[in-house]
């Protein structure tokens, strides 16, 4: 197909294992169920009505330009972005299985962002639009947003969770719900609050920086300790509302 369109109130199922889209992909009405392989769409993939089943399936971006990814409520499987801008539209958004940026740039939605696999910027850029990517697997993820700022990480399945990059900077908050966190090797900057009441994380030999320019924001790293703590928030504040230990250095920057 060049574009397609689901516009009807029926129910419609793709039979075949791959679906190829050479442009848009628009749903105004009915339900579609996903085929069970591939469905790669080279433009806009858009839900403005209706609903989809992912069948456990691989969507895969692969346009040019300005393009537009609206889920409509329902949930995708597997997300791979390989080339172009695309915004995700949708306030809330869940892909049950990994989030993968080849490629292009990515505006994510300015809610939450529930990701059940692995959520990877391998050479792309992120737009993170202030949203919340909450990480959700049972079993264990890596998180990795090369050069990209993200605004806020929620760990929430009881999985154990990487993340993968050297440093890494929040621009809000980063919270343990449940599960263990490996922290970034070098530096791990948080713009918001830090807490591990619900969980674990292992610093290594890592630095946390805490730099928000807010005050009201608090620390609390659970039984887990740190290596190296710096405040470097001059305008901002940080209270410590549980005990906390450092195995190596404290220091507040000016």
């Known amino acids: 197909f060049n574009n397609l369109s689901f516009t009807g109130s029926g129910s419609w199922t793709v039979s075949d294992s791959n679906l190829n889209i050479g442009s848009n992909y628009l749903q105004t009405g009915g339900a579609l169920t996903l085929p069970t392989g591939t469905t790669t769409a080279a433009g806009s993939f858009i839900n403005n009505g209706g609903s989809f089943i992912a069948n456990n399936s691989l969507l895969r971006l692969t346009g040019s330009g300005s393009r537009t990814l609206r889920m409509g409520g329902s949930d995708l499987a ?17 892909a049950t299985e990994s989030v993968v940026i080849e490629s292009g740039t990515v505006s994510l939605p300015s809610g939450y962002f529930s990701v059940g696999g692995d959520f990877l910027n391998e050479a792309g850029t992120i737009t993170h639009n202030t949203s919340e990517i909450v990480l959700t697997n049972i079993t264990s993820a890596i998180v990795q947003a090369s050069s990209s700022d993200l605004y806020a990480l929620t760990f929430n399945g009881g999985g154990a969770y990487t993340i ?57 790293p659970g039984v887990s300790t ?29």
């Open 226 to 254: 740190f290596y190296n703590i710096q405040i470097g928030a001059p305008t901002g504040g940080y209270s410590f509302v549980a005990s906390a230990t450092t195995t190596n250095n404290f220091s507040l920057l000016t």
């Open 164 to 220: 993968a990059d050297n440093t890494i900077t929040l621009l809000d908050s980063l919270s343990i719900v449940d599960g263990s966190l490996v922290l970034a090797s070098t530096t791990t900057t948080v713009g918001g609050s830090f807490d591990a009441s619900g969980g674990t994380f292992s610093a290594g030999s890592s630095t946390v920086l805490f730099n928000s320019s807010d005050t009201g924001e608090i620390v609390n």
């Open 78 to 94: 597997e997300i791979q972005f390989a080339g172009g801008t695309y915004s995700m539209s949708d306030t809330n958004a869940t």
